[in-house]
């Protein structure tokens, strides 16, 4: 959370600079808006402390509900008296009493060395060594280090941590602070935002104005848990993956420790199930890193998504048990789960088979028209350069994926923001809950099918498409990139882009929105004599990837002009 009495940010406007301020204690507001929501919303699943933190926290006077939620969002569960200094908190201490008479907080609690360090100082920190009987050269020795580096050196000295401690707190007059039952506000947040990667932020976003959502339906019949287990489920998740990026760097034990303690994929609902295996997926790929492949492929044969076929094959080879590897790619190229899980079986088992003398058909091998440019190299990147030299023959953009997709997100925005259950349950979504999911159309068929028979037409609707930029343009949206279109140039696109082309790029899309979201060229050009053409640019030592690949194969095969420029600086 953004810490200020009041938030004021400059946003650039078409008038030049215009200066935003956020009412005193704008943070309360949109705290109490967030757990009167759940609440609302969720009674019959709260827990018996759930429903009490909402009525405890309702009872208590205003100035001890600010510093309450002031320290809730700020980094931490423990605080010094003195590092709270609001004016619209008076009397901290009298607002902290208030607080731990209900048991929100607890004051002056036991505390550990690792919990203490981070509150003082290095001045602080240094006074206390210099407390001990230490070699005058060691004191000097650590003056200089870091503050990081010196609250390590106090965490080593392990016989003494007790009594480093007390003398940290001793050292100044003052009361510590301790949030009570943090992990309370935990539900509140899953139960709001369906996650715990959003918080209070998005709110402070939303009244600046910098963020602006569809206005949809949310009512009770669209919640996105409706079983008290699946929540403790989301919440176990969450809790177990915290340490997810320490537990990545040790040994093999912590990994799959973690593998088992997370909630079962197969118990739970679509969206933590794909959660929860790209945990694993992680977890099994350092394993892998580890060259612990046993384990590796036990945990991989445990997932259903991507990569984990691939993965199992290429270690299957590296313990050179070819034929099994073989059966893998096999099994792919018969049942592929997306394109690049197609294009790898089939390019890697012909490798593989053909280095174990195996009968394998050979793949295609799609190769871009390329062509080679020597220019100057400018001040901006690469991309930059070539519009400039493209410039002179014609229109030239930089739009990477962000034309194509943004038509996409508004032609089908109807689609994507249609009112199906369950589908919208907080007011700070830019997509559908269920997005990425297989059935995601097959629950929108009506308007799905409504605007595919609007694409043959989509070159005589641009006065329509226009209006709906200019209408669309400053919601959050999965698919809109503002800052990179513009009205001239999505007219321009679709004057000169065919139907058939929209239709052709827009079902790819529609076939897997999470992979073919991106890999698109980096300009789009306008010929002077009409027409147009997709180019990818490489600057020097760059070359291209997978999924830029699979679309300009996919460009060849559908007549959609596109072509690769390698620069050479002169």
Known sequence: MLECRRLIINIATNNGLMAIQLPQGYYLTNFVELI???????????????????????????????????????????FRCSKLNYQEIPDTTAAAEELANVQLIHIDPELQLSEVTPLFSK????????????????????????????????????????EVAQLLVQQIEENFYEISQPQLFDSYKLLFFGNLNQDLTDFVLRDLGLYQFENYLIDKNSRLFNDR????????????????????????????????????????????????????????????????????LQLYAKCQLPPARERTARILVKKEEIKPALTICEQIIDSPIDESELIFAKEFGYRTAKKHQVKWAKPEQYQPHAETISIGQGDECVELDVVDYFSSQGDCFYVENALFCGL????????????????????????????????????????????????????????????????????????????????????????????????????????DLRANRSGFPDLIFFPEGGGYELIEVKGPGDRLQKNQIRWMQFFHQHHIPHRVIHVEWR
Do not use: C
């Open 123 to 162: 001045p602080e920190l240094l006074k206390i060594l210099t407390s001990f009987q230490f070699d005058k050269n060691l004191i000097a020795e650590l003056k200089k280090l870091k503050r990081a580096e010196l609250e390590a050196t106090l965490l080593e000295f392990e016989q003494l941590e007790a």
């Open 36 to 78: 009167d929501f759940v609440f609302e919303q969720y009674q019959d699943l709260l827990s018996a402390q759930e429903q009490n933190f909402h009525h405890t926290f309702k009872s208590l006077s205003s100035v001890a509900q600010k510093l309450y939620v002031r320290m809730l969002t700020r980094k931490g569960d423990i």
């Open 229 to 296: 287990k699946e929540i403790d489920n989301y919440l176990s998740y969450y809790e177990k993956i915290q340490e997810l990026d320490e537990i990545m760097s040790r040994e093999k034990g912590a990994i799959l420790n973690l593998h088992q303690q997370l909630p079962r994929s197969d118990k739970v609902d679509n969206i933590l199930a794909r959660r929860i295996e790209r945990v694993n997926l992680a977890l099994a790929r350092q394993l892998e890193r580890l060259e612990e492949w046993d384990d590796a």
């Open 408 to 511: 996409f997100g508004l032609h089908f925005w109807d689609v994507i923001f249609a009112p199906v259950k369950g589908a919208f349950t907080h007011p700070f979504q830019s997509r559908p809950h269920d997005l990425y999911e297989s059935d995601f159309l097959l629950n929108r068929k009506t308007p799905y099918e409504k605007a595919v028979s609007q694409l043959k037409d989509i070159n005589q609707n641009i006065d329509e498409i226009l209006a709906l930029w200019r209408d669309k343009s400053t919601i959050v949206s999965p698919f809109i990139y503002t800052q990179s279109l513009d009205t001239p140039l999505i007219k321009k696109a679709l004057t000169e882009i065919p139907n058939h082309h929209w239709q052709a790029v827009f079902q790819r899309l529609w076939s």
